[in-house]
């Protein structure tokens, strides 16, 4: 084995760790000295246990390896780097007229093939995808981490029975791939059972995609989920894909499934039947592997029986249905989920013991909540900031909690509060006492509130994302 370094070529991400592996001296001498001239580092074997040997103890991001070698060959080391999980990208050189081997070897997880002889534009060529692919999933997985850091990792809190009861559901559904059927008012959790869901599933290592139907423009909700070609309608500059296919593998999260149209609900059906999907404005269908999670505040049954939603899909969505409870039925959840709430927006692991002053639980145990867990996130939020760290006292709470009569009883006034609300905090409080009032009805909000139910729903997301990212 022989290892060369060259730091004064050295290309950055594009910079590659290679091992190649061949029993002709000759083309070991060449491709070392033009893989290295190329930018890469590069360790060269001369057959397959000797490349064995030097992968039990170094990484590579990738080895290019020749089949035929006499004793131990590259099927040996393709099986190694298989059985090893390593993540290594293989490449295999093979000789000419030996397509069978490079289709085999590709079956048996290789990246690509090269013929030999080969010219060094040609692996060049491949090392680029290599490179391109690892850079991109470098960045997924940054992209996952700078995520999780925002939203916080998935925790189902809550011991009540009724919370109880949805764990064990959640346990005994998610490692089978059926569709679920997520029921429950606005803001009681039904993302996060449906992350759950795909996080105890074998898809979690893959996309959840969770697609909001009530914010999605009307004109615009086929070419969203399925994709669409580019010059599929004015405006479709490129082509692009649908959130299905960006789901391809794991998990897609339909929420307020209630408020796709018909036209819609047909193709979805279509879609959950075949696996098929085909973008706006091509003819060919493909297939992807998607499970599908739903979610809905409204009543499906009554839709059906109403004639706006359709049968066939509604049985089709709802192998298991978990119901979540609304959270004045579970209060006793309420302390626990405060304290999670605080220290998610604190970004801390562990808070005091105190943090929340008991006049100020028993002030939110008194609450209705119509706004559920999304509302009490965001009392606590408001609460924490005004509190600066220190134990949360009732008057840090927002106006709406600390007022012990029910709020929907009373108009809003902008003097009711202790301390002065900005204007988005106004327009929330006017949005979540509507709500209170219609008890978390949407539509009828919105009709009081004169705003289209879209931007109602494209409000609550954006009051949750924003509460989210200002408290971190
Ligand atoms: N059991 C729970 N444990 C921890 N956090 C929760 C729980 N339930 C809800 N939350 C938090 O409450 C907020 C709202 O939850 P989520 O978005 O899942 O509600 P939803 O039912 O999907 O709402 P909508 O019907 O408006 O889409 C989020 O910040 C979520 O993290």
Redesign the pocket.
């Known amino acids: 084995m022989s290892s060369r370094n060259d730091d004064a070529s050295a290309k950055g991400a594009q910079r590659l760790r290679l091992l190649f592996v061949d029993d002709e001296a000759p083309i070991r001498m060449v491709m070392g000295d033009e893989l290295e001239r190329i930018g890469h580092d590069v360790t060269v074997c001369e057959g397959g246990q000797e490349a064995i040997d030097v992968l039990s103890d170094n990484a590579f991001d990738v080895v290019i390896t020749d089949l035929k070698m006499p004793q131990v060959d590259g099927w040996a080391v393709i099986d190694h780097i298989n059985k090893s999980g390593v993540e290594t990208d293989i490449i295999i050189s093979t000789g000419h007229g030996d397509f069978d081997d490079a289709i085999r070897a590709i079956r048996a997880g290789a990246y690509d093939f090269l013929r030999k002889p080969y010219k060094i534009v040609e692996i060049a060529n491949v090392l680029n995808r290599v490179a391109a692919k690892r850079s991109l999933e470098n960045r997924a997985q940054a992209l996952e981490t700078e995520l999780q850091n925002v ?2 990792k ?5 011991e009540t029975e009724g ?1 109880q009861r ?1 764990k064990r559901l959640v346990e005994r559904i998610a490692p089978t791939d059926s569709s679920v059927l ?1 029921l ?12 759950s869901i795909h996080e105890h599933s074998s898809r979690s290592k893959m996309p959840f995609v969770a697609v ?1 139907c009530g914010a999605l423009p009307e004109n615009l909700v086929e070419s969203e989920l399925f994709g669409h070609k580019k010059g599929a309608f004015t405006g479709a500059d490129t082509p692009r894909k649908g959130l299905i296919e960006v789901a391809n593998g794991g998990t897609l999260f339909l ?2 499934l209630g408020e796709l149209d018909k036209t819609m609900q047909v193709k979805l059906l279509r879609f959950l039947e075949s696996g098929e999907v085909r973008r706006v404005g091509e003819n060919e269908p493909f297939t992807v592997d998607v499970r599908v999670v739903c ?3 409204r009543n499906l049954e009554d839709m059906v029986h109403d004639g706006t939603f359709r049968e066939d899909l509604f049985f089709r969505v709802n192998t298991f249905e978990i119901r ?1 409870p609304a959270l004045r039925e579970r209060k006793d ?1 309420i302390p626990e ?1 405060a304290r ?2 605080i220290s ?1 927006c604190m970004k801390r692991d562990s808070i005091p013991e105190d943090i929340l002053a008991p006049k100020t639980i028993e002030l939110l145990r008194a609450h209705d909540w119509s706004g ?3 509302e ?2 965001n009392a606590v939020e408001h609460a924490v900031i005004l509190s600066n760290g220190q134990t949360i006292e009732p008057g840090d709470l927002p106006g709406s909690v600390s007022r012990k009569s029910s709020s929907s009883s009373r108009p809003f006034h902008v003097t009711n509060f202790v301390q002065p609300l900005t204007l988005r905090e106004i327009e929330m409080e006017v949005i979540l006492q509507t709500l209170d009032k219609y008890n978390g009805d ?1 539509p009828q909000t919105a009709e009081e509130l004169g705003i289209a139910l879209k931007t109602l ?1 494209n409000k ?2 954006q009051y ?1 994302s924003n ?2 990212s200002e408290a971190a």
């Open positions: 939203r916080g998935t925790e189902l809190i809550g919370m949805v997520i429950g008012e606005t803001g009681t959790g039904k993302e996060v059972v449906a992350r909001n929420d307020e979610a809905t505040n979540l959840d989920l999670f709430l998610r559920n867990v999304r009490l996130a949407k729903y609550l997301n949750q509460g989210q």
